[in-house]
């Protein structure tokens, strides 16, 4: 089943794939939807003007999930995705187990994940240490940092997965990262910088840019072992095009970056939050450590930290800049703002994208394989924002090889397609309409 919400739709539409055709589900059936033999085509033909028109707005922001990951092991034929499913202490197991429960329940998910008993195990070090139980606490910071490293060894094998798939699959997989990406980042130099947002702690995200050649900016200043800048670096890049002087212009491809949640290759050493040199699916973290100004380093100060359901614990350094940062590149006026593998469960970056919602001209696009724990929808219903809300959920419109090659955008079909439209205008404009050709449903300006 697919859902489908766009443009002056006032509830969302419901619809199967039979081959090419598409199959209506809802009652009762929309208009445009009522002629005889509505296909896939057709549906391109409503889908990506729509898309093509949001994603020029004078901002566009992009929030990934792990359902960009899962995709694209999927379509590289790899292994699973790094487990999170939770039940490893040995230290306290019932009462983490229990905490981590009702913390999952509070931010809407009834079942509890790693993220959610590494959290409660660092609360509860930190309650065992104020209580002067030193032996207690000591054993359980042992057995939190050896968790912690298996978790990021996860992490490493799922990317190693996807790195080491079949070649010609893999090709495919990273083929639809690439247009994927660039779909977004093709933006004409007289609109603000594609930011991109992630919770994801792998780098997916940054292989596909180095593959797309995007240029990615983010808080990290330096080359060796670049360093994570709490000042706000409004850094970008220019050139000086020739025989012009006063007048740069931006350099294409380049987005702003922010991993919400940190990454798997950030290390806290020496009182600064650090990225060092890992391999994208090295076969272990550990090596990595063993230099100067990192040997000390433990697999607790790894940056790979818990998705917060709570204010106090977003508010702890670095979080706190970049949850600034999302907030403020999301909620301000002409600002579209796209999920995609984002299954709307943690509560602190739903706050964020509901106030948004306040600003009438902000648009939030949802894009998602499956809304199987019901959070997408239920969001959906209780913000009473739908005019502002587009929802694209379903196999046939999110899986990304079928999304890149059928409803986004196409990489600078935005001026490539004016200068045909104005081309055609010129040419044609005195001729009768019968004479005119029309054009592509990818070309011209979109309404």
Known sequence: MNTLKIREDVHPVSFTMDGDTVQISSDPTPAWAQVAGFDRWALRARIEPWLTALFQADHLNLLVGSGLTSGLQYLAGAAAASSM?????????????????????????????????????????????????AAESSALRVNLDEILREFADSILMAERALAEADETKREVAFNALVSFLMSFASRTGIRDRLGIFTTNYDRVLEVGAELAGLHLLDRFIGTVTPVFRSSRMDLDLHYNPPGIRGEPRFVEGVARFTKLHG???????????????????????????????????????LMIYPNASKDRETSEYP???????????????NTVTVTYGYSFGDEHINRVLQDALTIPSTHLVIISFDDRPGRIMDAFDRWGRSAQISLLIGPELAEISSLTSRYLPKPSIDLTSRRMADLLRQRYSSSSPSNSPSSPSTGGEPS
Request: aromatic share 8%.
């Open 85 to 133: 499913s939770g039940g490893r202490f040995t230290e306290y197991p019932d009462e983490i187990a229990a905490a981590a429960k009702a913390s999952a329940v509070a931010a809407g998910r009834k079942t509890p994940n790693i993220e959610d008993e590494i959290r409660t195990a660092n609360q509860l070090v930190r309650g065992l240490e104020i209580l002067g139980k």
């Open 319 to 333: 979080y706190v800049e970049l949850f600034r940062d999302f907030a403020a590149a999301v909620a301000r006026p």
């Open 263 to 301: 990454s798997l290759d950030w290390l806290n050493a020496e009182e600064s939050i650090r990225r060092f040199g890992l391999p994208f699916g090295a076969l272990t973290i550990q090596p990595y450590l063993e230099a100067p100004g990192l040997s000390d380093s433990k697999a607790n100060g």
